[in-house]
DNA sequence: CTGCACTACGTACTACAGTACGGAGTCAAC
DNA sequence: GTTGACTCCGTACTGTAGTACGTAGTGCAG
């Protein structure tokens, strides 16, 4: 089994090489081993995986920092568990309103999609519209107070 | 009821009074009408449920760009159909890739909070290695060819 | 032992999405 | 009719996440 190079790790983690370096300096992954005879990089499978698993985090719209701390969660026996606990539990909250958003999303595409069957609409129908359909009127905090406190 | 100036719809929407003029220059959000006398904008209750729309999809990994299209989805009767259906279908296909990862992400995040009661954590665990061993090894296109087409 | 592809490092540049700023005009209350 | 909060517009600046670039060193195939 060849030795996983920088380029080698970024290929088979779908990135360029500057984006597993850029990630390196970031403290996403971890620095590897650099032999000290040659000084070049040398790559455990893992860091490919989470490599991975960074871009498919940033596809559903946590930020790098976010995922820092997502790949930080670890229920480690020798430290305090509890703060672990809570900020995953903060963590989960924040992927179900994401889940929730997402879904609404996936509906109003849905009927969009059964709107328009294939020749000729029969509704004008927007993923807007159909969302605040879908909603009912959305409007949470509408009508927030007016001229108490303008900047 | 009081017209909704800038600075209103901000508030309203959540956003700033610049993010408005900005989504404005984009095209995401339609010219509001400029009475002439005044020359401010005025804007209907609409707007605001839009720029609502492009926050909670911007959370959930939708770029500006990605967004607009979304919202430029809609059934019109006058226009060809096919093409409305077609895009709506990509998009829906996007959205059940992000869901499932965000499914994903979801049971690593319970999982970890199964292992860690309260004290004193039973197992290490981690986000990473949950999803590992959620997703089954994730090795896809792992081993990808080397030197064949190196850059 | 010469090439060529690869690696390292640092710095610069880019795209995206705002955010801030300055100067000028407007509106409503006092 | 002045003051303070608001609006307009254009331009400049910021943070995030890369991406590119130049220089120099390495490794190995021929």
Redesign the pocket.
């Known amino acids: 089994m060849t030795e996983l ?4 790790a970024a290929k088979n983690a779908g ?5 597993i ?3 390196e ?2 403290g996403l992954i971890e620095q ?1 081993p ?1 032999p000290l ?5 040398v790559y455990p499978e893992e860091t490919v995986q989470r490599v991975r698993f ?2 498919q985090a ?1 596809e559903i719209g946590f ?4 995922i820092e701390e997502l790949l930080s969660l670890r229920a480690d026996p020798s430290a305090d568990c509890s703060d672990v606990r809570e900020r995953a539990a903060a963590k989960l909250e924040e992927v179900d309103r994401k889940m929730e958003q997402l879904g609404r999303i996936r509906s109003a595409l849905d009927e969009l999609i059964a709107a328009c069957p294939g020749r000729g609409a029969l509704r004008v129908c927007s993923i807007m519209e159909s969302l605040v359909a879908a909603t009912g009127e959305t409007s949470t905090y509408a009508n927030a107070g007016r ?1 108490e406190n ?2």
Chains 1, 2 share one sequence.
Do not use: A, C, M, W
């Open positions: 190079t920088i380029s080698k990135v360029g090489v500057e984006t370096r850029f990630y300096r970031k590897p650099k005879d040659t000084g070049f990089r960074i871009r940033q930020s790098l920092r976010e001229r303008p900047r």
